[in-house]
């Protein structure tokens, strides 16, 4: 309670610290109070300390969201597949429904707590169901609705994050000493290691519970749901940055509400970076959701003969703990090799997920070391996309924000739906090395979504590689960026760290 207290405490002496140059004088630059900073011991430690502690009630409950959906498949089957693809469709259609309006509505922190409260939904409709596993209808359509209901709050959740990750970089720039991109960078390898590593505890719980204590899964879904809910309460706590100049310029001249609800799309098609960056977000999806669909479900219960799901929770640690220490060796590493060398490894690891799934099909063949071998690779990527792809986002769209940070909900959700759609929806007629019986004794073609994750991943490197040089071209001529109203225009990048600090990291 008393760290609670410090922190929100020089948070606001932080944010004081700030205020915007006078309107009539042309700036846009925050101006610093000496009046304040007497009383603040270091305002970018402050914006810094008010960052970790959004991030840790955050990754508490997504860790809890990740759990049940780690666990979705092994214990709903077929019904946790149709359930996983249908809460990462309802993730994508929030993307254009609107999460970008809501978030630039209520702010970035506000965003926060409403995507976490409606995230409760998802974690308590396993509670649900699982009190109707009796009522196997019943028990599928309630586990459907806190699906669709928990993505709907999801992709608020994640464009939020993405708003308030880009403001506390601002503020942890704060007076010019760090380079914005430094910041980002920064910001996205703390976010990362933090919300990997509540994950991590929170996977781990369920073997814990089951094995130690040896809870009934009832109990351990409302031992989540618990949790979901504490640490939803917990983002009053965090303090709200003002919109940056920038911001409420652009927020009260011509943007209506219908152009904000679709920020998303309208940057999707008018500007070309985000286009190649798609195949980065899809090969993520993919190799996540084969992960989830495929190995959790089939190869673990086959290979270390785990017919309870009591790996699963162990497994997945793995592949968390490892995105948790890459996600600071990344992010420690960035400034000197470039963002773009460390996106290379994250694509590359993306591949090597269902690569050897193809060499080697056997699935009885596989053993702990090959098992896990391929949870640290989707750790080592997945480090690569929640860190230093979202920074990437940050410098590369700092114009548009929520529209930016809107399309990696938009894409991953539209790429996880789909392969968890597939992943029940391969069907094959004789079983063979690839032609797999799952647990419920139907046939399942794996092999089209190992080429589909390996081929997404090769397009990734060559997605990004083109993005970088056209972000290289828009620095070069000026800094010009679409701008998202209702007509296609360029003006140059209202935000003062890209004019007076910018830096290109070169691919």
Same mark, same amino acid.
């Given at each position: 309670?008393k760290c609670?207290r410090?922190?929100?405490?020089?948070?606001i002496e932080?944010?004081a610290?700030y205020?915007p140059?006078?309107?009539?004088?042309?700036?846009?630059e925050f101006v610093?109070?000496?009046?304040?900073?007497s009383?603040?011991?270091?305002p970018?430690r402050?914006?810094l300390g008010?960052?970790l502690?959004?991030?840790s009630l955050?990754? +508490?409950n997504h860790?809890?969201?990740?759990?049940?959906l780690n666990?979705?498949?092994?214990?709903l089957?077929?019904?946790?597949a149709?359930?996983?693809s249908?809460?990462?469709l309802?993730?994508?259609?929030?993307?254009?429904?609107g999460?970008?309006w809501?978030?630039?509505r209520?702010g970035?922190?506000?965003g926060?707590a409403?995507?976490l409260s409606i995230?409760?939904?998802?974690v308590?409709?396993?509670?649900a169901a699982?009190?109707?596993?009796d009522?196997?209808?019943?028990?599928?359509?309630?586990?459907?609705?806190?699906?669709a209901v928990g993505g709907l709050g999801?992709g608020i959740?994640?464009?939020?994050?993405?708003?308030?990750?880009?403001r506390?970089?601002?503020m942890?720039?704060?007076g010019?000493?760090t380079?914005?991109t430094?910041?980002?960078?920064?910001?996205?390898?703390?976010?990362?290691?933090i919300?990997?590593?509540?994950?991590?505890a929170l996977?781990?719980l369920?073997?814990f519970?089951v094995e130690?204590?040896?809870l009934s899964w009832?109990?351990?879904f409302m031992?989540?749901f618990?949790v979901a809910?504490?640490s939803?309460?917990?983002m009053?706590l965090?303090?709200?940055y003002?919109p940056?100049?920038?911001?409420s310029?652009s927020?009260?001249?011509?943007?209506d509400?219908?152009n904000k609800?679709?920020?998303?799309?309208?940057l999707l098609?008018?500007?070309?970076k985000m286009?190649?960056m798609?195949?980065?977000?899809?090969?993520?999806?993919f190799?996540?959701?084969f992960?989830?669909?495929?190995?959790?479900?089939?190869?673990v219960r086959?290979a270390?003969?785990?017919?309870?799901?009591a790996y699963i929770?162990v497994l997945?640690?793995?592949?968390a703990i490892?995105?948790a220490?890459?996600?600071?060796?990344?992010?420690r590493?960035?400034h000197k090799?470039?963002?773009g060398t460390i996106?290379?490894i994250?694509a590359l690891?993306?591949?090597?997920v269902?690569a050897?799934?193809?060499?080697?099909p056997?699935?009885s063949q596989w053993g702990?070391?090959?098992v896990?071998s391929?949870?640290i690779?989707?750790?080592?990527?997945?480090?690569t996309?929640?860190?230093?792809?979202?920074?990437e986002f940050?410098d590369?769209?700092?114009?548009e924000?929520?529209g930016?940070?809107a399309n990696i909900?938009?894409?991953?959700g +539209?790429?996880s739906a789909l392969?968890y759609?597939?992943?029940i929806?391969?069907?094959c007629?004789t079983?063979?090395?690839?032609?797999?019986e799952?647990?419920?004794?139907t046939?399942?073609?794996?092999?089209?979504?190992?080429?589909?994750?390996m081929?997404?991943a090769i397009?990734?490197?060559?997605?990004?590689?083109?993005?970088?040089?056209?972000?290289?071209?828009?620095?070069?001529?000026?800094?010009?960026a679409r701008v998202?109203?209702?007509?296609e225009e360029?003006?140059?990048?209202?935000?003062?760290?890209?004019?007076?600090?910018?830096?290109?990291i070169?691919?």
């Amino acid at each position: 309670q008393k760290c609670l207290r410090d922190i929100m405490e020089q948070s606001i002496e932080s944010e004081a610290a700030y205020a915007p140059a006078p309107a009539d004088s042309g700036e846009e630059e925050f101006v610093v109070d000496d009046r304040s900073l007497s009383n603040s011991p270091s305002p970018r430690r402050s914006a810094l300390g008010n960052f970790l502690l959004a991030s840790s009630l955050f990754s +508490v409950n997504h860790g809890c969201v990740t759990a049940c959906l780690n666990l979705a498949t092994a214990r709903l089957g077929d019904v946790g597949a149709k359930q996983s693809s249908v809460l990462y469709l309802s993730f994508a259609a929030s993307a254009l429904l609107g999460s970008t309006w809501i978030v630039k509505r209520i702010g970035g922190r506000n965003g926060l707590a409403l995507g976490l409260s409606i995230y409760c939904v998802y974690v308590g409709a396993f509670v649900a169901a699982t009190l109707l596993l009796d009522h196997p209808r019943w028990a599928e359509a309630v586990a459907l609705f806190g699906a669709a209901v928990g993505g709907l709050g999801g992709g608020i959740l994640w464009t939020a994050q993405g708003t308030f990750f880009s403001r506390s970089a601002e503020m942890h720039a704060g007076g010019g000493t760090t380079p914005l991109t430094d910041a980002t960078a920064d910001l996205g390898a703390y976010f990362a290691a933090i919300y990997l590593l509540g994950e991590v505890a929170l996977n781990m719980l369920s073997s814990f519970l089951v094995e130690g204590f040896e809870l009934s899964w009832l109990k351990v879904f409302m031992v989540y749901f618990y949790v979901a809910v504490v640490s939803a309460c917990g983002m009053v706590l965090v303090y709200e940055y003002p919109p940056s100049p920038d911001t409420s310029s652009s927020a009260s001249n011509s943007v209506d509400a219908p152009n904000k609800a679709t920020a998303a799309w309208r940057l999707l098609r008018n500007d070309p970076k985000m286009i190649c960056m798609l195949p980065f977000n899809f090969a993520f999806g993919f190799a996540a959701s084969f992960r989830g669909s495929f190995i959790s479900r089939e190869v673990v219960r086959i290979a270390l003969d785990d017919k309870e799901s009591a790996y699963i929770g162990v497994l997945s640690s793995v592949t968390a703990i490892v995105a948790a220490v890459m996600s600071l060796f990344f992010g420690r590493i960035a400034h000197k090799v470039g963002k773009g060398t460390i996106l290379f490894i994250g694509a590359l690891c993306f591949f090597l997920v269902a690569a050897p799934f193809a060499l080697k099909p056997k699935i009885s063949q596989w053993g702990w070391v090959g098992v896990c071998s391929v949870y640290i690779l989707q750790g080592i990527g997945r480090s690569t996309y929640e860190g230093t792809l979202k920074a990437e986002f940050a410098d590369f769209f700092a114009y548009e924000k929520e529209g930016a940070f809107a399309n990696i909900v938009l894409m991953n959700g +539209v790429s996880s739906a789909l392969g968890y759609h597939l992943s029940i929806n391969l069907p094959c007629t004789t079983p063979s090395k690839y032609c797999i019986e799952y647990s419920d004794g139907t046939l399942h073609n794996v092999l089209v979504f190992e080429i589909l994750v390996m081929s997404t991943a090769i397009l990734a490197i060559w997605g990004y590689w083109r993005a970088a040089v056209l972000f290289k071209h828009e620095i070069e001529r000026g800094g010009t960026a679409r701008v998202m109203g209702t007509e296609e225009e360029e003006r140059p990048f209202t935000n003062s760290s890209y004019r007076k600090r910018s830096t290109y990291i070169p691919l």
